[in-house]
């Protein structure tokens, strides 16, 4: 689950790059948009994770 909120991340700075910095200014709403998926997916990702690691640990 930690491998996948890093990869989302990852992403998430790719997508801000291309974004933000005016390279590709056709794709800037397109590009926003896979931001703020990703960053969503990233969020949840970890969210889940932890979710995951402390109801393990309550079962022990």
Same mark, same amino acid.
């Given at each position: 689950?930690?491998?996948?909120?890093i990869v +989302?991340l990852?992403?998430? +700075?790719?997508?801000?790059? +291309?974004? +933000?910095?005016?390279? =590709?200014?056709a794709? =800037?709403?397109l590009?926003?948009l896979?931001?703020?998926?990703? *960053? =969503? /997916?990233? /969020? *949840?990702?970890?969210?889940?994770g932890?979710? %995951?690691?402390?109801s393990?640990? *309550? %079962?022990?």
């Amino acid at each position: 689950m930690f491998r996948w909120a890093i990869v +989302f991340l990852i992403i998430t +700075f790719i997508a801000g790059i +291309f974004a +933000f910095a005016g390279l =590709v200014l056709a794709a =800037v709403a397109l590009a926003k948009l896979i931001f703020y998926l990703f *960053l =969503v /997916l990233f /969020l *949840l990702a970890l969210i889940a994770g932890l979710l %995951r690691k402390s109801s393990s640990s *309550l %079962r022990e």
